[in-house]
């Protein structure tokens, strides 16, 4: 059958093996743990089923899973439905690339190293930053990463975040925050965005970042003027979490005076995939580059003067102490990151703006569509990129599953992560989606109570 890659061990072989290894039988294995502690008996599973029955209700069971290509999504908050260029899996589908995990050799690494370097290239032109790493695990830790950078770089034990972060990343702060004792504040959220007048007085003595999402958490642009300049006149370093591909339109937190940017570049050529893997980008100023989590790839010459590429810095725990590490990654997310520097390549800055501009666009016209329906309404007035939150009547759930009996996958509730939102739903459109299936969203909608 196709997309099985299965194969099956007689019980000759599976003796041939513990002869080999010098044991009489899997048992035998455990042998050196205590025979009060193992399980006794038979365990309580069904009968073994034949390779092709196995397929089977493995396949059943994954049809029971809905996704992006059965189901028109609208769905967005941190993961999002793009286009992904044909030559994106022809490239990161050869063997030479997604068998590779990590270059330590440069004169048996040269390709991997170069997509690297190349990839750390991208992000630094996309984010107007100086020094980028060869990528993280995903947007959430990159951020993380990014707050303790910030601590050590000031010597600092206090991190400002705002309000209006996604949940989900200040969630992996908090968590990540406190097993290192750094204290963890929230700026207050104003009408969808950061309340700048009560910001500055949420600054401490010992505060060491303010972190900001641009485009936010529901999808609102935030005003960044002037707040670098705040942060800087406190000591602390500005952290900014950024959408790549907003960066086309909007100021790059390079303008802006970001000292640091981390992100979730899963919308750069890699697909959803039911939410993983992810790819976070991590770039920085110059001066922060010894700081910087992870591994960096840089390009040098050799003796002969060929052009090559090595692993420049390194922060890795199996270096040196534990406690002197700036970070615990171990490792990069280098099949996605080279997704990503496909998509880039493919794309060019025209193709990125292009799919920019429609977003936008088509994110305007769903608001439009959505807000003349009766009991609907934008949560916030402002400016938004692809996502928007919509107050909805009745119960969001509900009508997330009068969507999907549609095959809509529909748009996020809001309320269990802010509670003064009950009752929103954070709608996301993306240049996949044509107008045929947004006027569908909004006839499905129509009369609903």
Known sequence: MAGRHYLTLTEDERREMLAAIGVGSVEDLFSDVPREVLFQGEMELPPPLSEGEAYRHLSALAARNRNARECVSFLGGGIYDHFIPSAVKHVTGRSEFYTSYTPYQPEVSQGVLQAIYEY??????????????????????????????????????????????????REVLKTYLHSRGIA??????????????????CFKKDTAALILQ???????????????????????????????????????????????????????????????????FFAARQK??????????GETVDR????????TLQTREQHIRRERATSNICS?????????????????????????????????????KLTALKGF?????????????????????????????????????????????????????????????????????????
């Open 332 to 368: 990069n997310q280098a099949l996605n990151a080279l997704a990503a520097a496909v998509y880039m390549a493919a794309m060019g800055p025209a193709g990125m703006a292009e799919t920019a501009n429609l977003c936008l666009q088509k994110a305007a016209y769903t608001r439009e």
């Open 377 to 449: 309404s934008l949560a916030f007035p402002g400016t938004y990129f692809k996502e928007f939150p919509v107050k909805v009547p009745g119960d969001p759930g509900k009508l997330n599953e009068k969507l999907l009996a549609h095959k809509i996958l529909g748009g996020l509730d809001v309320g269990p992560y802010y509670p003064e939102l009950k009752g929103a739903m954070l709608f996301c459109v993306t240049e996949n989606r044509t107008r045929e299936e947004i006027d569908t969203l909004a006839r499905v909608l129509e009369g609903w109570k």
């Open 288 to 297: 922060l580059i010894r700081r910087m989590p992870g591994r960096i790839v």
């Open 214 to 280: 641009q485009p936010n958490f529901f999808g609102m642009l935030e005003d960044m003027e002037g707040v670098a300049d705040l942060v800087h006149s406190r000591g602390a370093l500005l952290v900014a979490a950024v959408d790549p591909l907003s960066l086309p339109l909007v100021q790059t937190p390079g303008e802006y005076g970001a000292d640091i940017v981390a992100g979730e570049g899963q919308s750069l050529g890699n697909p959803a995939s039911f939410g993983g893997p992810l790819l976070g």
């Open 184 to 201: 963890l504040d929230v700026a207050p959220l104003g009408e969808g965005k950061t309340d700048r007048e009560k910001l500055e007085a």
């Open 120 to 169: 750390q290239t991208m992000i630094c032109q996309l984010t107007g930053m100086d020094v980028a790493n060869a990528s993280l695990y995903d947007g959430a830790t990159a951020l993380v990463e990014g707050a303790i950078m910030a601590c050590g770089a000031t010597r600092r034990s206090r991190v400002l975040v705002s309000a209006t972060v996604s949940p989900f990343y």
């Open 304 to 311: 002969e003067g060929n052009r090559g590429f090595v692993l």
